[in-house]
């Protein structure tokens, strides 16, 4: 693994808005920075990223084959009561996952470690699927990389195979927070990929949904909502107005309620009560709890709700060395051992690994000056050299 600087296009401003990527610059700074990227050769994706993303995502499935049926595990994640048996009915009728993403450590020496799993509500897929393969293709033939580089990103054949497995004839509403750039942007290029599927889609904002006695959720034209995909957290749905609803709806949603357990920070926790000393994951514990003295006076504090890195605090003995501000926190936290992000070139990257309908397919890569990830780090792309 290595950060190699590289010499960016000089219209990939223009490119990138002719895509339909208009949030590659935030506040004036960059998101999308192509002055580098990092290379890795095929064994280190094969073998030190991808079978350990698959892996874990095959640990996560047990842990919440477990978790439905255990009163006890489903309180520590302050998972509200009124909500379990939507959460265990989803997962006993198999409803299907599109997409996650696991966020690694990884310094290309030691085995990765799970920082997080981004199993609701991942951003940055139009950026890692199509952006960055643009970039790989246009840096081949500009020679900025040589004519045998390559990219673990197969993600946009996934997604349009992963539609047409759940939509099964349904026409599928697309729902999210449409006045953020970045919301709006992933909810058109999960449409778009929907499409190509060959479904039929709604695209609206979450507050326009609306609720009729006889049809349950239904859109602006009334029409019952069968299909639904949210750019929208599960525990801000439990807690919105519509929220006692979700029990009764007819609505199939992606994700589907059971990822609100993998979604939550205290899955690191119970992850690491299944499989203790498991090469890639940290020790984590309930910080609540009288195991998480074993981390001592260094770790890792992290809402059990938290986006974006908010309310995140890296602690070194006893001191904060580094934190993120936030509205999160009130339902407790989790203590995960603290394993630095590697350094390169004094930026620190954070490895997204993608999964499709839980198939390992892809590579995001997000860095910052900061070691705690935020909506603020930059997108760097990466190739397989």
């Not at 049926?69 to 599109?98: A, Q």
Request: aromatic fraction near 10%; glycine fraction near 8%; charge should be negative.
């Amino acid at each position: 693994m290595q950060r190699l600087v590289c010499q960016e296009r000089d219209d990939w401003r223009a490119t990138a808005e002719a895509t339909g990527f208009d949030f590659h610059t935030i506040d004036g700074a960059r998101y999308w920075d192509e002055r580098a990227c990092y290379a890795f050769t095929l064994d280190e994706i094969e073998h030190r990223i991808e079978a350990p993303t698959g892996e874990i995502d095959a640990m996560c499935l047990e842990l919440v084959g477990r978790a439905i049926d255990d009163e006890k595990c489903l309180r520590r994640l302050r998972l509200p009561e009124t909500f379990w048996p939507l959460i265990r009915d989803s997962w006993r009728r198999n409803e299907g996952s599109l997409y996650g993403r696991l966020d690694l450590s990884f310094d290309g020496r030691s085995p990765a470690k799970l920082l997080e799993y981004n199993a609701d509500t991942p951003t940055s897929i139009f950026e890692a699927a199509v952006f960055q393969w643009t970039w790989l293709e246009q840096a081949i033939e500009r020679h900025i990389l040589p004519a045998d580089a390559d990219q673990f990103n197969s993600l946009h054949e996934h997604l349009i195979e992963a539609w047409k497995k759940l939509g099964n004839g349904r026409r599928l509403h697309l729902a999210g927070t449409l006045d953020n750039a970045e919301d709006a942007g992933t909810l058109a290029y999960l449409e778009d990929t929907a499409r190509q599927a060959g479904l039929e889609t709604t695209l609206l904002d979450i507050e326009a949904i609306g609720w009729l006695d006889k049809d349950g959720f239904v859109d602006l034209d009334n029409r019952g909502i069968e299909l639904a995909f949210k750019l929208y957290p599960w525990e801000w749905m439990f807690h919105d107005a519509f929220g006692e609803k979700l029990a009764t709806a007819p609505t199939r949603w992606i994700e589907p309620p059971w990822k609100a357990i993998l979604s939550n920070k205290g899955m690191l926790a119970l992850l690491w009560e299944m499989f203790p000393g498991h090469p890639n994951l940290l020790p984590a514990f309930f910080e609540d709890e009288p195991n998480a003295a074993s981390l001592g006076a260094s770790f890792v504090r992290k809402p059990l709700y938290s986006r974006e890195g908010a309310n995140v605090a890296l602690v070194r003995e006893g001191v904060t060395v580094a934190e993120q501000q936030g509205p999160y926190g009130a339902e407790g936290f989790v203590r995960q051992a603290l394993a630095p992000l590697p350094g390169f070139s004094k930026q620190y990257p954070v490895l997204g690994s993608w999964l499709i309908d839980h198939t390992p397919c892809g590579l995001s890569i997000r860095e910052d000056e900061n070691p705690i990830t935020s909506n603020t780090s930059r997108f760097l792309p990466h190739a397989i050299l």
